[in-house]
């Protein structure tokens, strides 16, 4: 555990322009400052990681056709020109084999990031991602948050990066008032 942190969380997440990317670090950001040992992590690197203990997961991914995107989808980003080493596993993939036991806790908190703002709100990768953890045995601690981009490729919009970092802390302090309570 890092100086001056007493807890620890992850955040995980699939990108494949660098905006989810980009957010996700501001989250760990945020939750640094709410005083949790914090690191963001791409779902294609985890994969093959071991168990590993903390106390909140945060869970993110862009939108892709209304949902959490999906190998033909991914490969779609590539040919606009997204990295194709990142099309083999995306969080669905991940979401699939995960448990609550793997990280030591059921606690998870879930974003995504999108073009569209208000048509179709319901249907977007955070709500997908948020329905298929809690199936898996995970526990919200609050609804999904959405991070905006201008075009498919980004940038983030302004100020989503700064709205990032405060939503993390928010979460951290979410996660401690869930620990006070248990
Ligand atoms: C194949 C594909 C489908 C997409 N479908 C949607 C969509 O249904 N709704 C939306 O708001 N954005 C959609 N987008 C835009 C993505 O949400 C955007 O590319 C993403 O947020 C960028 O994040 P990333 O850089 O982390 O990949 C789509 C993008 C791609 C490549």
Redesign the pocket.
Known sequence: MKAGADRSALVVYE???????HVAEAIARGLERAGFEAHAVPVTSLAASGPMKVDLLAVGA?????TLSRRE?RV??AR?G?PSGRVAIGLRDWIAGVTPGRFGTERVVVFD????RVRRLRLAAGVTAARLLRRRGFRLLRKPVAFM?DE???PLREGEVARAERWGQMMGAACRDDLAAA
């Open positions: 990108s494949m322009f660098d905006n989810t990317a862009p939108t892709h056709t209304f989808t779609d980003a606009r997204a990031t999108r073009v569209t981009v498919t490729s980004g």
